[in-house]
Protein backbone atom coordinates (compact mmCIF):
# COMPACT_ATOMS: atom_id res chain seq x y z
CA UNK A 1 0.00 0.00 0.00
CA UNK A 2 2.75 2.23 1.02
CA UNK A 3 5.74 1.17 -1.33
CA UNK A 4 7.11 3.35 -3.94
CA UNK A 5 8.11 6.02 -5.48
CA UNK A 6 8.30 8.59 -3.08
CA UNK A 7 7.75 6.77 0.12
CA UNK A 8 9.02 3.17 1.13
CA UNK A 9 11.31 1.20 -0.60
CA UNK A 10 10.06 -2.24 1.79
CA UNK A 11 7.40 -3.09 3.87
CA UNK A 12 7.38 -5.79 6.72
CA UNK A 13 4.19 -7.27 7.32
CA UNK A 14 3.74 -9.76 9.89
CA UNK A 15 1.49 -12.70 10.71
CA UNK A 16 -2.32 -11.01 11.50
CA UNK A 17 -1.36 -8.46 14.69
CA UNK A 18 1.67 -9.43 14.77
CA UNK A 19 5.05 -8.22 14.74
CA UNK A 20 7.09 -9.53 11.64
CA UNK A 21 10.30 -11.41 12.50
CA UNK A 22 13.79 -9.97 12.48
CA UNK A 23 15.07 -12.09 9.53
CA UNK A 24 12.55 -10.84 7.41
CA UNK A 25 13.53 -6.91 8.58
CA UNK A 26 16.87 -8.17 8.06
CA UNK A 27 16.12 -9.38 4.25
CA UNK A 28 14.26 -6.26 3.18
CA UNK A 29 16.88 -4.24 5.12
CA UNK A 30 19.75 -5.67 2.88
CA UNK A 31 17.32 -5.57 -0.29
CA UNK A 32 16.52 -1.79 -0.24
CA UNK A 33 20.63 -0.79 0.89
CA UNK A 34 22.10 1.51 -1.63
CA UNK A 35 25.01 2.18 0.72
CA UNK A 36 23.56 5.41 2.83
CA UNK A 37 21.92 3.71 5.56
CA UNK A 38 18.10 1.98 5.75
CA UNK A 39 15.94 4.26 8.36
CA UNK A 40 13.04 1.99 10.31
CA UNK A 41 9.99 3.16 11.01
CA UNK A 42 8.51 1.43 13.36
CA UNK A 43 5.22 1.41 15.07
CA UNK A 44 5.21 1.41 19.04
CA UNK A 45 4.63 -2.09 20.00
CA UNK A 46 6.63 -4.21 22.15
CA UNK A 47 6.92 -6.94 19.75
CA UNK A 48 7.99 -4.37 16.62
CA UNK A 49 10.55 -2.58 18.71
CA UNK A 50 12.03 -5.54 19.99
CA UNK A 51 12.26 -7.18 16.71
CA UNK A 52 13.50 -4.43 14.73
CA UNK A 53 16.38 -3.71 17.18
CA UNK A 54 17.15 -6.58 16.50
CA UNK A 55 17.17 -6.58 13.04
CA UNK A 56 18.86 -3.35 13.28
CA UNK A 57 22.10 -5.15 15.32
CA UNK A 58 22.11 -7.75 12.68
CA UNK A 59 21.95 -5.64 10.04
CA UNK A 60 24.81 -3.65 11.14
CA UNK A 61 27.09 -7.14 11.74
CA UNK A 62 26.71 -6.60 7.86
CA UNK A 63 28.34 -3.17 7.69
CA UNK A 64 24.57 -1.47 6.77
CA UNK A 65 23.92 1.62 9.11
CA UNK A 66 20.36 1.30 10.26
CA UNK A 67 18.57 4.24 12.19
CA UNK A 68 15.12 3.48 13.64
CA UNK A 69 12.48 5.80 14.44
CA UNK A 70 9.82 5.02 16.96
CA UNK A 71 5.91 6.04 16.30
CA UNK A 72 4.04 7.10 19.55
CA UNK A 73 1.34 9.25 18.88
CA UNK A 74 -1.74 7.75 20.12
CA UNK A 75 -2.94 9.74 23.07
CA UNK A 76 -5.66 7.35 24.45
CA UNK A 77 -3.52 5.22 26.52
CA UNK A 78 -0.44 5.61 28.14
CA UNK A 79 1.26 2.46 29.00
CA UNK A 80 -0.91 -1.50 27.84
CA UNK A 81 -0.89 -5.05 27.54
CA UNK A 82 1.21 -4.55 24.57
CA UNK A 83 3.51 -1.34 24.76
CA UNK A 84 5.84 1.01 26.91
CA UNK A 85 4.77 4.25 26.47
CA UNK A 86 2.16 5.50 24.25
CA UNK A 87 0.81 2.98 20.75
CA UNK A 88 2.11 3.90 17.26
CA UNK A 89 -0.84 4.48 15.11
CA UNK A 90 -2.13 6.91 12.17
CA UNK A 91 1.07 9.27 11.95
CA UNK A 92 2.92 6.14 10.60
CA UNK A 93 1.53 7.25 7.28
CA UNK A 94 2.54 10.84 8.08
CA UNK A 95 6.26 9.90 8.33
CA UNK A 96 6.11 7.67 5.97
CA UNK A 97 5.24 9.95 3.38
CA UNK A 98 7.12 12.84 4.36
CA UNK A 99 10.51 11.12 5.43
CA UNK A 100 10.05 9.27 2.05
CA UNK A 101 9.29 12.52 0.06
CA UNK A 102 13.10 14.08 1.57
CA UNK A 103 14.80 10.38 1.15
CA UNK A 104 13.61 10.96 -2.29
CA UNK A 105 15.18 14.20 -2.47
CA UNK A 106 18.54 12.77 -2.04
CA UNK A 107 18.78 14.21 1.62
CA UNK A 108 21.13 11.67 3.91
CA UNK A 109 19.96 8.96 6.36
CA UNK A 110 20.28 11.37 9.34
CA UNK A 111 18.18 13.99 7.75
CA UNK A 112 15.34 11.42 6.88
CA UNK A 113 15.38 9.90 10.44
CA UNK A 114 14.90 13.84 11.93
CA UNK A 115 12.09 14.42 9.93
CA UNK A 116 10.87 11.05 10.70
CA UNK A 117 11.17 12.19 14.17
CA UNK A 118 9.62 15.29 13.74
CA UNK A 119 6.04 14.62 12.25
CA UNK A 120 5.90 12.03 14.76
CA UNK A 121 6.83 15.03 17.57
CA UNK A 122 3.69 17.14 15.56
CA UNK A 123 1.08 14.31 15.36
CA UNK A 124 -1.25 12.99 17.59
CA UNK A 125 -4.13 10.56 17.09
CA UNK A 126 -6.96 8.81 18.88
CA UNK A 127 -9.12 5.83 17.45
CA UNK A 128 -13.10 5.31 18.55
CA UNK A 129 -14.69 1.57 17.68
CA UNK A 130 -17.97 0.88 16.85
CA UNK A 131 -17.64 -2.85 16.91
CA UNK A 132 -14.71 -5.75 17.46
CA UNK A 133 -13.31 -6.91 14.67
CA UNK A 134 -12.23 -11.12 14.35
CA UNK A 135 -8.57 -12.58 13.77
CA UNK A 136 -9.08 -15.62 11.29
CA UNK A 137 -7.29 -17.62 13.78
CA UNK A 138 -9.73 -16.87 16.70
CA UNK A 139 -12.85 -17.10 14.51
CA UNK A 140 -14.63 -14.88 17.17
CA UNK A 141 -14.68 -10.91 17.88
CA UNK A 142 -11.57 -9.84 20.09
CA UNK A 143 -14.11 -7.91 22.41
CA UNK A 144 -18.08 -7.44 22.76
CA UNK A 145 -19.58 -4.43 22.04
CA UNK A 146 -23.61 -3.49 22.56
CA UNK A 147 -25.55 -1.58 19.59
CA UNK A 148 -25.36 1.34 21.61
CA UNK A 149 -21.74 1.20 22.98
CA UNK A 150 -18.67 2.90 21.21
CA UNK A 151 -15.01 2.12 22.71
CA UNK A 152 -12.95 5.22 23.17
CA UNK A 153 -9.21 5.29 22.51
CA UNK A 154 -8.82 1.93 21.02
CA UNK A 155 -5.94 0.20 19.00
CA UNK A 156 -5.32 -0.98 15.57
CA UNK A 157 -4.84 -4.49 16.62
CA UNK A 158 -8.42 -4.39 18.79
CA UNK A 159 -6.68 -3.51 22.24
CA UNK A 160 -8.66 -2.18 24.55
CA UNK A 161 -9.48 1.83 25.24
CA UNK A 162 -9.98 4.66 28.24
CA UNK A 163 -13.42 3.57 28.31
CA UNK A 164 -16.76 2.12 27.24
CA UNK A 165 -19.46 4.91 26.56
CA UNK A 166 -23.23 4.93 24.90
CA UNK A 167 -22.94 5.76 21.25
CA UNK A 168 -23.01 10.02 20.67
CA UNK A 169 -23.84 11.37 17.26
CA UNK A 170 -20.56 12.21 15.03
CA UNK A 171 -20.07 15.76 16.27
CA UNK A 172 -19.91 14.79 19.55
CA UNK A 173 -17.45 11.50 19.05
CA UNK A 174 -15.36 14.02 17.17
CA UNK A 175 -14.90 16.34 20.26
CA UNK A 176 -14.17 13.24 22.21
CA UNK A 177 -11.32 12.02 19.87
CA UNK A 178 -9.93 15.90 19.17
CA UNK A 179 -9.99 17.21 23.18
CA UNK A 180 -7.99 14.31 24.05
CA UNK A 181 -5.68 14.71 20.79
CA UNK A 182 -5.79 18.87 21.83
CA UNK A 183 -5.16 18.14 25.51
CA UNK A 184 -1.75 17.19 24.28
CA UNK A 185 -0.97 18.94 21.36
CA UNK A 186 -2.66 22.46 20.55
CA UNK A 187 -5.02 22.00 17.24
CA UNK A 188 -4.06 25.34 15.65
CA UNK A 189 -2.48 27.17 12.65
CA UNK A 190 -1.64 24.69 9.71
CA UNK A 191 -2.87 21.61 10.38
CA UNK A 192 -2.41 17.76 8.23
CA UNK A 193 -5.67 15.62 9.07
CA UNK A 194 -6.76 11.90 8.58
CA UNK A 195 -9.69 11.03 9.61
CA UNK A 196 -9.09 7.39 9.01
CA UNK A 197 -11.31 4.18 8.60
CA UNK A 198 -10.81 1.07 11.11
CA UNK A 199 -11.67 -1.30 8.03
CA UNK A 200 -15.54 -1.49 7.98
CA UNK A 201 -16.68 2.00 8.15
CA UNK A 202 -17.98 3.29 4.49
CA UNK A 203 -16.38 6.08 3.22
CA UNK A 204 -19.27 8.36 3.40
CA UNK A 205 -19.54 8.01 7.27
CA UNK A 206 -15.56 9.10 7.05
CA UNK A 207 -16.46 12.35 4.91
CA UNK A 208 -19.31 12.62 7.20
CA UNK A 209 -16.99 12.89 10.60
CA UNK A 210 -14.07 14.37 8.27
CA UNK A 211 -16.99 17.72 8.06
CA UNK A 212 -17.13 17.27 11.97
CA UNK A 213 -13.45 17.53 12.71
CA UNK A 214 -12.62 20.46 10.01
CA UNK A 215 -15.63 22.11 11.84
CA UNK A 216 -14.63 21.60 15.65
CA UNK A 217 -10.47 22.57 14.68
CA UNK A 218 -11.86 25.28 12.91
CA UNK A 219 -13.64 26.77 15.63
CA UNK A 220 -10.72 26.45 17.85
CA UNK A 221 -8.14 28.32 15.68
CA UNK A 222 -7.01 25.72 13.62
CA UNK A 223 -6.88 24.99 9.42
CA UNK A 224 -6.89 21.81 7.59
CA UNK A 225 -4.09 23.03 5.45
CA UNK A 226 -3.59 18.89 3.92
CA UNK A 227 -6.06 15.63 4.33
CA UNK A 228 -6.83 12.50 3.57
CA UNK A 229 -9.74 10.65 4.42
CA UNK A 230 -10.02 6.92 3.75
CA UNK A 231 -8.53 3.05 5.34
CA UNK A 232 -5.06 3.96 5.66
CA UNK A 233 -4.08 1.76 9.24
CA UNK A 234 -7.25 -0.49 9.48
CA UNK A 235 -8.13 -3.61 12.30
CA UNK A 236 -9.63 -5.78 10.16
CA UNK A 237 -13.17 -4.97 9.57
CA UNK A 238 -13.55 -3.00 12.63
CA UNK A 239 -16.37 -0.48 12.64
CA UNK A 240 -15.14 3.21 13.88
CA UNK A 241 -12.24 5.28 12.89
CA UNK A 242 -9.64 7.40 14.11
CA UNK A 243 -7.94 11.07 13.93
CA UNK A 244 -4.51 11.93 13.60
CA UNK A 245 -3.25 15.51 13.73
CA UNK A 246 -0.16 16.87 12.59
CA UNK A 247 1.14 20.77 12.96
CA UNK A 248 2.58 21.61 9.62
CA UNK A 249 5.73 24.26 8.47
CA UNK A 250 6.25 25.24 4.92
CA UNK A 251 8.71 22.33 4.84
CA UNK A 252 6.47 19.64 6.06
CA UNK A 253 3.44 21.48 3.93
CA UNK A 254 6.46 21.21 0.73
CA UNK A 255 7.44 17.36 1.73
CA UNK A 256 4.12 16.59 1.94
CA UNK A 257 3.02 18.00 -1.65
CA UNK A 258 5.97 16.32 -3.21
CA UNK A 259 4.93 13.51 -5.76
CA UNK A 260 4.48 10.31 -4.46
CA UNK A 261 3.39 6.87 -6.44
CA UNK A 262 1.97 4.21 -4.08
CA UNK A 263 -0.89 1.94 -4.09
CA UNK A 264 -2.32 4.26 -1.22
CA UNK A 265 -1.11 7.65 -1.82
CA UNK A 266 -0.67 8.73 -5.78
CA UNK A 267 -0.53 12.36 -6.77
CA UNK A 268 1.84 14.70 -8.62
CA UNK A 269 4.54 13.69 -11.44
Wanted: proline share 4%; charged share 20%.
Amino acid sequence: MIVGRGMLDAACPGEVFTSPVPDQMLAATKAVNGGAGVLHIVKNYTGDVLNFQMAAEMAEDDGIEVVPVVINDDVAVQDSLYTAGRRGTGATVFVEKIAGALAEDGADLAAVAAVAREVNERSRSFGVALSSCIVPAAGKPTFELGEAEVELGIGIHGEPGRTRAALTPAAELAAVALDAINADLAVNGDLLVMVNGMGGTPLIELYLMFNEVRQYLEARGGRVARNLVGNYITSLEMQGFSVTVCQLTDTLTRLWDAPVDTPALRWGR
